[in-house]
């Protein structure tokens, strides 16, 4: 959770790079928090990372996907074509 709120933090400061190197540890590291990840693309506008991260986390059961409608860093998701199907398949509904 803390490289994810590091690349949030630094985005949102206009610090691209330090913002890319918290994405680039957290992508690694990730796997075990996957929604962490996801929430860290959303805010940064990579929408498609964003839902490969969400994918994984549906895959492995995450835990974080049960908050997924009320999160504020996946908001920006929430126009995008893919994320009704996502809602679904995680038997959250609308």
């Known amino acids: 959770m803390r490289l994810g709120g590091l690349a949030i933090v630094y985005q949102a400061l206009g ?21 962490d990840v996801a929430r860290a693309y959303a805010f940064r506008g990579d929408i498609n990372d964003a839902f490969k991260w ?7 059961k995450d ?11 996946l908001g920006s998701l929430e126009a995008d074509h893919r994320f009704k199907p996502l809602l679904k398949q995680i038997n959250i509904t609308e």
């Not at 610090?15 to 929604?35: C, F, H, Y």
């Not at 969400?54 to 492995?60: N, Q, S, T, V």
């Not at 835990?63 to 860093?73: A, E, H, M, S, T």
């Open 15 to 35: 610090r691209k790079i330090e913002s890319d190197a918290a994405m680039n540890s957290l992508a690694m590291d990730g796997a075990d928090v996957p929604t």
């Open 63 to 73: 835990p974080g996907l049960f908050l997924i409608k009320r999160d504020p860093f």
């Open 54 to 60: 969400l994918d994984r986390a549906r895959a492995g």
